[in-house]
């Protein structure tokens, strides 16, 4: 079926002005999400940090895709103890590929003290094969608390699936 050349100009008109309402929609929500985002920041200066994690949530909801906003809910869900709402924002940062060295660390001692083993030692591993080329401060340090981690998350992975504790073959670690 062909069409006329008015019906094709109707048609560009139409997803002309979808796009441009997109568009608007997008661009309205990014400024609602950063208007909770602020609020919360004056929120938790005020010394309100309880209602700050409230908004920094509503934040992360709306526009889940800003780094800035979710360290800032790991950062205040941290403070408030808050472990379950700090893992959810690390893991979704480590997603993004946005966690620095310090991060994926407090993201490894989470998942093991919330006795995720499998996870953590995943995670360890993968630092453990980045560390050599990335800058850090406490480089020695974080490194020695890794291979701790690793040692521990293998012995308690052998003792829930065999109830003796066997560590993991040189090839899995």
Known sequence: MTKTKADRRRAQRKTKLKERRQ???HSSQIEKAEYFFWEA???EEQGNPE?????????VQIYPKNEEYLFELGRVGHELGRGDVELKALLRLHEMEAL???GTFSLCAL??????YREALDHIKEC????PHRRARNKKTILK?????RLYCETMLGKEEGGTVKPLPASER
């Open 41 to 43: 920041m004056q929120t």
């Open 145 to 149: 608390s890794l291979e701790h981690q």
């Open 100 to 102: 620095d060295l310090e």
């Open 111 to 116: 998942l093991t003290s919330r006795r995720r």
């Open 128 to 131: 453990l094969r980045l560390i």
């Open 51 to 59: 209602k700050a994690l409230q908004r920094l949530e509503k934040a």
């Open 23 to 25: 568009r608007i929609v």
